[in-house]
């Protein structure tokens, strides 16, 4: 009785012929199929991170200017920045072409419940117009010349677009 059912899946094996991969492609997809998805919880959507956080330009210049303050010579340094558009973000279109025109539509997502979400492509990063750096070792071309390369490496502003003036320690 026992050899019967050991040779049952050989029979079983050699009864299903050409399509006995094809079978077991189906099986194994039914496995997968079965198998637990996660737990109940909510992946955050891509994009989402960008989204939640806007450019702080006050931020950027508190933190701009402690950094600077660390560079040898320098000593207390204050940073203004001006700006020539702030960041955005870019979102999904769909763009159909048609003769004489065309016209685009964003892309948004249903979240369930009726909500929807556009769909962002890219956040853009603000542009900047210049930099005013304010530190009593300002005067010292070594200094101001570290003070400019830091601030133009972070900015991406020229040398020309960045000021550094001794200020009261």
Do not use: H
């Not at 402690?66 to 979102?91: F, I, P």
């Not at 025109?101 to 249903?110: E, I, K, Y």
Request: charge should be negative; hydrophobic fraction near 40%.
């Amino acid at each position: 009785m026992r050899e019967k059912w050991t040779e049952l899946p050989r029979r079983l094996w050699a009864l299903a012929g050409r399509y006995q991969y094809v079978l077991l492609v189906l099986a194994a997809g039914a496995l997968f199929l079965l198998l637990p998805s996660g737990g109940g919880e909510e992946a955050e959507p891509a994009g989402t991170a960008a989204e939640a956080e806007p450019f702080d330009l006050e931020g950027f210049e508190e933190k701009l200017a402690e950094t600077l303050s660390q560079v040898q010579g320098a000593g207390k340094t204050r940073v203004v920045l001006s700006l020539d558009s702030g960041s955005r973000t870019v979102l999904a279109q769909d763009v159909e072409r048609q003769e004489g025109g065309g016209a685009s539509t964003v892309v948004t997502v249903g979240r369930g419940s009726g909500s929807q979400e556009v769909v962002p492509l890219q956040t853009v990063a603000p542009s900047f117009r210049g930099a005013l750096v304010v530190c009593p070792g300002g005067g010292d071309p070594q200094v101001r010349l570290r003070l400019v390369e830091a601030v133009s490496a972070l900015t991406g502003l020229g040398s020309d677009r960045i000021s550094v003036c001794r200020g009261d320690p």
